[in-house]
């Protein structure tokens, strides 16, 4: 069976950074007939809370989440919109 590129990129952020909530938003069709999207690679949200971005700034939580995600960003993802929060932080932190 085949996954969907959620499915592939949930499954990395949760290996990867093992977080304690995660959300993985598909917002493509939002941009159907985007430049962007006609290589037909993706746009998605992710909300993502894990002890590894304790005591991290925002650019260094953002460069672990591309780590993970890899080689998806040239095959499977055009735009990525990261939230990315450690335990007991909320976005207006």
């Known amino acids: 069976m085949t996954s969907t590129r959620v499915e592939r990129l949930t499954e990395r952020l949760q290996t990867g950074l093992e977080p304690e909530q995660l959300e ?3 917002d493509s069709h939002h941009h159907a007939g985007h430049a962007g999207a006609a290589d037909g690679r993706g ?3 992710v ?3 894990s002890q590894r971005f304790a005591g991290l700034g925002t650019l260094r939580r953002h460069r672990l989440v591309y780590e993970v995600v890899g080689d998806m960003m040239t095959t499977d993802i055009h735009a990525l919109s990261i939230q990315a929060l ?3 932080e909320t976005a207006a932190n």
């Open 24 to 26: 993985v938003i598909d």
């Open 43 to 45: 746009h998605f949200t």
């Open 47 to 49: 909300l993502i809370v």
């Open 86 to 88: 450690a335990p007991g």
